[in-house]
């Protein structure tokens, strides 16, 4: 199964708050 | 890396998953001042981030790297029993791994923290000199060894 990837940073904020689970930012320069 | 299952799968159990391109959010760049590409930030459910590394790593490199961000996240939260058993198994699943004795060293602080008793550093100095003695972190560690 693929990486479910977000975009927006604050939504997974929001997200990672609610579920109580850690973030994980990949900053990328390759083709998405 | 992300192809590969055992990291798609790590990620998707254990994060909330965010990528931020250059080229679509520069300003997610200045926001955490990532100024190389990749560079991976681990961050709390606060938004505080609690580890990061840049540049591209293999897969058996990567992986451990995650599990560490994961323990480094619990200790800023002083969960030491979860911290030590993620840098442990760092060290244990990983022990060629660059992170491995960086890993090791928090685990036996993770359990200093947890007991207060001190052995746990110098069973830690010990395991550093007998597995890791050419290390920073042998170095770090070798001050409880006495």
Redesign the interface.
């Known amino acids: 199964m693929p990486v479910s990837w977000n975009k927006d940073v604050d939504a997974a904020l929001s997200q990672a708050k609610e579920r109580g689970k850690v973030v994980l930012l990949d900053f990328s320069a390759a083709p998405m | 890396m ?2 590969d ?1 055992r ?3 790590f ?2 159990d ?12 520069p300003t ?2 200045q ?2 001042g ?1 100024q190389w ?11 505080t981030e609690r580890y990061r590394f840049e540049g591209y790593l293999p897969v058996e490199e990567f992986l451990p790297q ?1 599990e560490f ?2 323990g480094k ?1 619990a200790f800023a939260g002083s969960a030491w029993g979860e911290a030590e058993r993620r840098f442990r198994k760092v060290a244990e699943s990983y022990p060629e791994a660059d992170i491995a004795p960086e890993a090791l060293y928090w685990a036996g602080v993770s359990k200093y923290k947890a007991t207060n008793d001190a052995s746990a550093l110098k069973q830690t100095a010990d395991a550093m000199q007998s597995r890791y003695a050419d290390t920073a972190w042998a170095k770090k560690a070798s001050v409880w060894a006495a």
């Open positions: 992300y192809p299952e990291v798609s799968s990620i998707n254990n994060f909330i998953p965010v990528k931020i391109h250059i080229k679509e959010n997610g760049f926001r955490f990532a590409t990749p560079t991976i930030i681990v961050a709390d459910s606060g938004g995650l961000g994961l996240v």
